[in-house]
């Protein structure tokens, strides 16, 4: 019933609020709040922090999948960090992880044009074992044209998957695309096919090809997985569309080892009043191992961190606990946050806000939440402190991003300052993820929004409400 | 003396020039030929052939070095092609190459921070063995900087080149960078290094290393010589700038294989009353490796290709002969372009104007000329039939390419519709050197201005005089 009446309480809420506003009281955040938030929005567009901390985990770190080194030496560098910044509770909680090995990937296309094309197996695909896989190739472009084949029309051979991902914003081409690198490889392999060559879910012209997680169902059989840049898809495409046969030859030395301990690492700004309220900040430690993991996500990493530091040097005191989560293991399986689920089942509800950063390095264009609707109001307020960034104010169908997901579908509202993904698609999951892709200014804007929303969330003079409605699923 | 009367006759005869162009009285152009360089201009700008030919190479031959099975298929594509195009004589010129082989090169940073950072070596340059080359960094800026180290500062050590070149419209700032790569390997040995790694000549933030030649002398030892990309500079001059010493590995399987036999590709346009001058377009055929060679120099090939094809569409025959020369190994030493010399050493005078496209796929955004001055004015002709073009008039010291020198040298007058390179050294003599590369658009510009330059530089109703100045140092 709520539900049906909710355009006209929204819009009587929203009438009260922008009177409330005009009159100068609002009345959810106190003066002194809303003060801070200008000096926090302020003090961000010019604060380093953030940048210094993608550049030192990028330098000092670098790639950091899930079971390698680099992911042991990224918890020792959180763990430094945030004792550095000064934050409290600093700790790790123990998350097991995948430990895939990607080792060496060749495909070749041998007829009618012989041409080596550069590529990256999927996380987790199998290896093709020393003599590689050599098969006449099918390029279909998606599930639905593979579905649609003639019985038998890919039995022993390799299939190629041509569909290329669009470029939009809010990231909503990835969703659409990614499908294919998710379960073409089970798909194909019960029509009996060898192997599949993806176009990368990837909206670059540059000759990156794009790793990222398959998942291979027990309804077939396991076949190697490998992904080629946007340019090489082009390239073979016309190979086909020649009309003679295309003969194809992948390797791959791709294996799966035992699994890894890794963990997440934690810190806190304690809240006072309202201490055992939690405002939780994620983003993820792991990266894909190919290039540095600027965007994905050390600047997600850097922004939680930044933001946690800058109120943490005002003189005003947080009313709710803000709590940093750097996950172990998303691009994996999310067995990170899972484990973070796991171990605070009890606490759950506690979490009354969650805000995550996992969408590159800015700026932030939208200011998007998924709150109990009475509640819009409040996010109306926020996002009046957050005027002068200019944002847009986007729907309350939020998703959140990966590791907050488990908490979502609890109830736990979530508060989205949307970064802007018109180029993260071009970059996330290749070895292009470096330093390089980080706009400082950007990077500064997105602090700034962040930093402005997590304290007035935390500030709140209400209880967040948890979430009756069903969540949206995450791209 | 004629020299020091230059800037008076010079004045004098543009001056004439103008007159008689206000005038409506060309006199170096029949009204037919200035009518059908307008016609060609038009064609050229919605022609589809360049970028069908650059496709087409790409495509079915893709990466053509210099004694590489591509090499051979470049030349039977572009017999192929030419006798498709209706060119006449249409003959190969056999050109001894040299055959390096890449292999595989590998780099790491072992401490402070161990990081993996994907290289390509230097072409020409020696492997390291089945073990690699472990040992101290030194990071020096430039050669200068290398030669001002105290006495055995590198000694027993891998040298790190860090300097970054610059972006310019006209290739200025390769010119002044890339003297590290030709000459740091020998430099640096001669001082007692082990290896050298460079960061790659080149403007671009993605992570692509740029390979190119260097030149080994008997000064001292050869010594491996990798590049990696300016991000991975970047990171690589953080961890020097932290002020722990710099621990590095790198291998090369890089190898030397016996001298191939290639060709130079030629077809021609015939002349008519004229026809024992030439008009030389150059352009050559081999490509680096790591890429398809669409921008270097693919799209040159096809605008030479495309130029010719236009003309002999025309109704009118050109006076002059049109000569396309696709040259073998221009990047290894321009040993294609010297067998065309020597082979052609009674005809050198012959060729009375030289075109060359080695600078990418356009827009054309300026012409220049190496003339003998008196025939500027003739030149400026030429300029205002590519006015619609809207390019900038250059001056009279245009190079060339690499492939043309040694005519240049000879006093060949030159005409040089200069190519934009504004963004040539974020792609050329990479993995990403691709079609995606071809703007169309831009090539069909070029298109417009190479042909329109040709077929007035092929109907000059005078005689085009030998260039008896100094020619400028090419970059």
Partial sequence: MLNLNYPFFAGLLLTLCAAATAAEKPQNFTRADLSAASTLRERALADTTAFALVESLTTEVGPRPAGSPGDKAAVAWALREMQRLGFANVRTLEAVVPHWERGEAEFQVLSPYPQAMPTLALGGSVGTGQSGIEGDGVMVKDLDALAALPPGAVKDKIVFFSNRMERTRDGAGYGKAVVVRASGATAAAALGATAIVIRSISTSDSRFPHTGALRYTNAAPRIPALAISNPDADALARQFESGQPVRLKLKSSSRDLPAMRSANVI???????????????????????????????????????????????????????????????EEFGTSGSQAYLAANEAEASHHVLGFEADFGAGPVWRLSSRVNPQQLPVVDQIFRALAPLKLQRGDNEARGGADLDGLGKLGMPILSPDLDGTNYFDVHHTAN???????????????????????????????????????????
Same sequence: chains 1, 2.
């Fill in 267 to 329: 810190g806190e700004i304690p809240g006072t009043d309202r201490a055992d309220e939690i405002v939780i900040l994620g983003a993820h430690l792991d990266s894909w191992d190919p290039g540095v993991g600027a965007i994905d996500d050390g600047a997600g990493v850097a922004l939680m961190m930044g933001v946690a530091k800058l109120i943490r040097e005002l003189d005003l005191k947080p009313r709710r606990t803000i709590r940093v989560v750097l996950f172990a293991n």
């Fill in 433 to 475: 993820d470096t330093l390089a892709q980080v706009d400082p200014q950007a990077l500064r804007q997105s602090l700034a929004a962040f930093a402005t929303a997590v304290w007035l969330g935390a500030q709140y003079s209400g209880s967040w409400e948890r979430v009756t409605t069903a969540k949206p699923p995450r791209r």
